[in-house]
T-cell receptor, first 113, second 111 residues
Framework: DGGITQSPKYLFRKEGQNVTLSCEQNLNHDAMYWYRQDPGQGLRLIYYSQIVNDFQKGDIAEGYSVSREKKESFPLTVTSAQKNPTAFYLC????????????FGPGTRLTVL | QQQVKQSPQSLIVQKGGISIINCAYENTAFDYFPWYQQFPGKGPALLIAIRPDVSEKKEGRFTISFNKSAKQFSLHIMDSQPGDSATYFCAASENTGKLIFGQGTTLQVKP
């Protein structure tokens, strides 16, 4: 059963803590993306990676970090430097060689207590 | 120049009616225009997409109309159903694959 999985579904964080959101895909896609979704603001790109061991900042990268050590995995760390981290986080992947669409995971809702 | 502007922000349609959502862009390098449907608490799912070499694409009850000269594109949902109630996002990308999303439209179809 191919697809994108994100975990956990819900995450609660105390102020000052770093947390890591997991994103795994078994679609053999080379490109992966992280978006943040806030009410009324659509989806905004945080980081993206087109190949293993390489990634680029998106429009709102401050306070976030990523790694891409394996093709299947693209974890996102929300650091304590992110001033307003409460949001819905979405991971996506794409087969860049075929110019196909981005497929999205089910999302992780992060709440800062 | 990287923005995609979407309207209306919300839309209420009677069952069986036509829902129309509009988007406009500035960057002429955009060459792929998808529409995504999102239900509450779920990730967006691709609904339909178009490239600028065609003016219209239809899949079932969903149609994209594309006006390259005006740099506008729209989604038409024919015979709208209560199950279509969701948030719809337009998006645009160039060859990097990065998607620029509109602000979203919340559609409510009344029975």
């Amino acid at each position: 059963d191919g697809g994108i999985t994100q975990s956990p579904k819900y995450l609660f964080r105390k102020e000052g803590q770093n947390v890591t959101l997991s994103c795994e895909q078994n679609l053999n896609h080379d490109a992966m993306y992280w978006y943040r979704q806030d009410p009324g603001q659509g989806l905004r790109l945080i980081y993206y990676s087109q190949i293993v061991n390489d990634f680029q900042k998106g429009d709102i990268a401050e306070g976030y970090s990523v790694s891409r050590e394996k093709k299947e995995s693209f974890p996102l760390t929300v650091t304590s430097a992110q001033k307003n981290p409460t949001a819905f986080y979405l991971c996506a992947s794409r087969d860049s060689t075929a110019r196909k669409e981005q497929f999205f995971g089910p999302g992780t809702r992060l709440t800062v207590l | 120049q990287q923005q995609v502007k979407q309207s209306p922000q919300s839309l209420i349609v009677q069952k069986g009616g036509i829902s129309i959502i509009n988007c406009a862009y500035e960057n002429t390098a955009f060459d792929y225009f998808p529409w995504y449907q999102q239900f509450p608490g779920k990730g967006p799912a691709l609904l339909i997409a178009i490239r600028p070499d065609v003016s219209e694409k239809k899949e079932g009850r969903f149609t994209i109309s594309f006006n390259k000269s005006a740099k506008q594109f729209s989604l038409h949902i024919m015979d709208s159903q209560p199950g279509d109630s969701a948030t719809y996002f337009c998006a645009a990308s160039e060859n990097t694959g990065k998607l620029i999303f509109g602000q979203g439209t919340t559609l409510q179809v009344k029975p």
